[in-house]
């Protein structure tokens, strides 16, 4: 067997700062992603783990702590006692990682359903460990990587709504990400984060970005036509402008 994989890169060149990425039908059957990095492939499977591994004959790492709370929940008659350590933590979090570098994939590749289902799975993850994880300290661990999960989430549910020339509904997904994001460090205690955040910075340029991409409404547009007769000192035209736009808000109220 040759194992080279210069075939493979052959023609699909890395591109620094740039996700490059592809999806096919693996010798399995499953769907399969495929990432390009600076010294080979990533390959992940679509669904599922994107390792196709089952840790401990269960659907993920994670789905293994679940059934674990679930069986102290039964045997105990409550959480109480139920914990996270360090090495399970760290185990959750490398699982997360491999649904990170997969939904970067599904955005390049504008799978934004996809983007959202594995945002929303890691988002389950991290709330899971601020409730069990044995220290703050552990918990922050995961839970500092929120923000990123919280605008890519936005960037997808935006993206759609783009995709539909729908700039209203693009508009108020992006506002409600900035507000969850604010919330996030607000309840967090990380207020001082907020100035610095990137993501934060992001999503708000891109608010602006689509704002005016955003078609006028009529209201609009006669308030920019009222505003350029006034400037021409064109008045008897911006007379004519206000008695439409009262027409038109009258019609609407």
């Known amino acids: 067997m040759n194992l080279d994989i210069s075939d493979l890169l052959s023609g699909w060149d890395f591109k620094p700062g ?9 010798r399995d059957g499953k769907e399969k992603v495929q990432l390009r990095v600076d010294l080979g492939i990533l390959q ?21 702590q679940v059934k674990r709370l679930q069986k102290h929940v039964e045997a105990t008659g409550g959480e109480e006692g ?12 490398q699982e997360c990682i491999q649904y ?4 970067i994939c599904f955005f390049q590749l504008e799978d934004f359903a996809a983007v959202e289902r594995d ?32 605008m890519m989430r936005t960037r997808a549910r935006g993206s759609v709504q783009i995709k ?21 460090y607000r309840e967090n205690g990380r207020e001082d984060l907020m100035a610095g955040s990137g993501e934060l910075a992001s999503l708000r340029a891109w608010l602006d970005e ?18 350029e007769a006034i400037r021409a000192e064109d008045y008897e035209r911006a007379a004519e402008v206000r008695d439409q736009m ?8």
């Open 246 to 253: 009262r027409k038109l808000q009258a019609s609407d109220s």
């Open 44 to 64: 992940m499977n679509a669904e599922g783990r994107p390792d196709g591994r089952r840790p401990m004959a269960h659907d993920s790492w994670y789905d293994l």
């Open 164 to 184: 539909k020339q729908h700039f209203i509904k693009a508009s108020a997904a992006i506002e409600e990400g900035i507000e969850e994001l604010e919330t996030f």
């Open 82 to 93: 139920f914990s996270l350590n360090a090495d399970i933590c760290s185990k959750l979090q």
């Open 18 to 26: 740039q996700v490059i990425a592809r999806r096919f039908e693996g």
């Open 119 to 150: 945002c929303e799975r890691n988002l389950q993850v991290f709330e899971f460990v601020a409730e069990h994880a044995e220290t703050d300290e552990l918990a922050w661990s995961l839970l500092q990587f929120v923000p990123q999960l919280l």
């Open 210 to 227: 689509v704002r005016e991409r955003r078609p006028l409404t009529e209201i609009e547009k006669l308030q920019q036509e009222l505003d």
């Open 100 to 103: 990170h570098h997969r939904y």
